[in-house]
């Protein structure tokens, strides 16, 4: 494979990027995103908790060398088919035409996941909510089951793994998370599943993907930026420390990804190992250590102290279980803040102006997202 040059960046529109439902998605973020990361001009920027991949795509159509890393198998998947597929779309459509063409097949989706389309109810016979309709599961077993079969390179894989998954996001039943499902039918799940080729782009750039915990990583990477978003759990006092985590939140596409069968619990079968004990972070941490001090907090300091970066841009919601004034003295530690911006309204908060006072708990207003505009000392 030939060596990939690494060309300037050029500013242009917003580019359009991909993705599944997802809570954490920054694709309303991208323009401050993009504008923060172009004031420091890096040649390779980290993404270092990709979730959907919204913002990896973002920077790789920029012309940035892009690192991205998640520890969810499904986030891997995506990025792999955006960032490391040399092909262009129509190698993928033969491939594309022959899955839509199977037959169905009950197998283990439609058992597990299938639910009566001719039914108000989504619920399935064993009285349990479903995400899908029973016709779409049946899809999906057959070509789940055929993506194994085929002589597939690992991009190949991916590609056609990220497609399956847009396809079924296209006829869900939920929210938008896969921690409970609707109890009738959503207007969308009566579609049916059909895969399309990604919007796949040229590779301009030597992009890596990996999935890895991120302190696993730190030591292993360099970046001129890193941009970080972690989970940010919950502010609320009452919260218990036990909760819903993210890999909770998508443990279908982790399936669908593996299509390992896994043991599944609970109203919403979800993955064994997506239980809030063998799946939490430590970002989404409500509780203090021994020291009194917030676990959720102590680990965004390390992250800040052990990322190999010129710069970092931090993402994180003023609904997250650090307060400003907790962020602030992290930050201090480990660099010197450039500039804040915060999202949905019409300003940037410079680093000398007391913005920590603007961080207020109060329950009447949203949820605000600000960006940490960070150079490391």
Sequence with gaps: MQTLATPKPQATA??????????????????????????????????G????????????????????????????????????????????????????????????FTETYGGDPDEISSAGPDGLKKPWQRRNTRKLDAIRNEIDRLNLSATERAVLLASLMLALDEVDSTLGHYASYLS???????????????????????????????FGLLPEVRADLA????????????????????????????TVCLNDRPQTFGKAQRRADTSDR??????EEFRRDEAG?????????????????????????????????ALYEAIAESGRLLEVAEIGHPKNVMAGM????????????????????????
């Design 293 to 325: 001090r917030l676990i959720a907090v102590e680990a965004i300091r390390r992250l800040l102290r052990e990322v190999r970066a010129r710069h970092v841009l931090l993402s994180y919601s003023s609904g997250g279980r650090a307060t400003a004034e």
């Design 227 to 254: 941009y970080l978003d972690p989970p940010y759990g919950s502010n609320n006092e009452k919260m218990p420390p036990s909760r819903v985590r993210y890999a909770a939140y998508y443990h279908l596409w982790t």
């Design 14 to 47: 917003i580019p359009q990027t991909q993705g599944i439902k997802y809570a954490g998605s920054k694709q309303k973020l991208l323009p401050h995103i993009l504008a923060m990361v172009e004031k420091v001009r890096p040649a390779t920027v980290l993404d």
């Design 49 to 108: 908790f990709a979730g959907s991949t919204r913002v990896s795509q973002a920077l790789a159509q920029r012309g940035y060398a892009v690192i991205a890393n998640d520890c969810a198998v499904w986030s891997e998947v995506f990025a792999a088919c955006y960032l490391l597929n040399e092909r262009p779309p129509a190698h993928f459509q033969p491939l594309i035409d022959h899955l839509n063409g199977l037959p169905p097949e009950d197998g283990w």
């Design 278 to 283: 063998t799946a939490a972070s430590v970002f």
């Design 184 to 214: 009738a039918w959503s207007p969308r799940s009566h579609k049916a599943l059909r895969l399309h080729v990604p919007a796949l782009q040229p590779r301009r750039a030597p992009h890596r993907v990996y999935r890895r915990d991120i």
């Design 354 to 377: 007391r913005w920590t006072n603007q961080w207020i708990r109060d329950a009447e207003l949203p949820n605000r997202e600000f960006l940490f505009l960070v150079e490391k000392t």
